[in-house]
């Protein structure tokens, strides 16, 4: 293995937008040249960037193999799945990282001297179970997928231990632990008084319980305000949401701010809070990138009993969890909010805030991909 061994990070996202991506590509850049290939534009950094047409989609798969039950070959044709299998064919890297498992298939037959690792997102097979097309056609696909590509990775990695369990019991692999962290920020925490300043940043979509959000906020007793730092993922739901903070004088609608600015942003405000309806397993289950950025940007944290959020929250001592998912029990955690519990969450959260870095979460890719380039040395 001549210079520096070569690296492939495949992804079928906006790489330079997707933040665990973006990650892996920090981690692998500091022993190897990289190759990525993924939608958009060449992220920083990378040797080579095989760009997937914006038009080669994975979903939808073709209907009629579908219904015929040829949910392997279904997978197998999608456009985005067929591209990349030609466009890297006769390739081959010294180690491949394959994000989420829809990817498998093809990223884990990709000549590799040192192996594959596969980074699962997100429990794919129940993504959409609030779907009965989903459960009849696509949960079945996946859950074969499982079984049948994680035990040939190297190396299986995942968010969320609820996650990681059930991909056990599908598969008989049980994946690591790298939960979406942010990395460390040098700051500290602000001074608190009244009003409590509450903030939540992220997608505006409908299963988020924004409107509750708002609800809980204008009915609380306690005095505190509310800043929304929200994507337009759902114009017609962000145009309500400005029209109650209009009306408003708790609430504020702000643009979205670059990843590289949101820690700073966020540091002075009090409170973060994600209350999240639990929808899908997904959402149930969810330990999203949000949590850890209030916890560097070191504020206290409110969410819903979503049981890994909760249990970050409580085992750290930086957080509260409400009784249930409604405006009425976000409201009554609001109102028996103190200023001294304000103080005390943010302190806990900057005592937390070195422990679940990134840079602490990471090692099981760490790990991954140095045994992957030592045996592709040997």
Known sequence: MPGRPLVLILSFSPIGSD???LKQLELAREVADVVTCGYGDAPAGVVEHVRIPDDRKILPLRPKLLVLRLRTLALHRAPAIAWVRSALAGRRFDAVIVNELEAAPVGLSIPSAGGHLLDLHEYTPRLHDDS??????LQPLFESTARRWLP???AVTTVGARIAQEYARLSGVTPDLVVNAAPFADRRPTEVGEPIRLVHSGACLRRRGLLELVEAVESTSTPVTLDLYLMPNDPG??????????ASDRVTVHDPVPYARLVDT?????????????????NEWALPNKFFDYVQARLGVIVGPSPEMARYAVEHGLGLVTA???AADLASTLD???LEQVRSLKEAAHRAAAPLSSEHAMGAWRDALR??????RS
């Open 19 to 21: 933040a665990r991506v």
């Open 132 to 137: 009965a097309g989903w459960r009849r056609y």
């Open 152 to 154: 040939r990775a190297s």
């Open 237 to 246: 739901l962000l145009g309500e949401l400005r029209e109650l903070a209009a």
């Open 266 to 282: 966020l540091n002075g405000y009090d409170i973060g809070v994600h209350v999240l309806p639990p929808v899908t397993v997904n």
């Open 324 to 326: 249930g998912f409604s």
């Open 336 to 338: 028996s909010l103190t």
């Open 371 to 376: 045994t992957m380039l030592e045996r592709a």
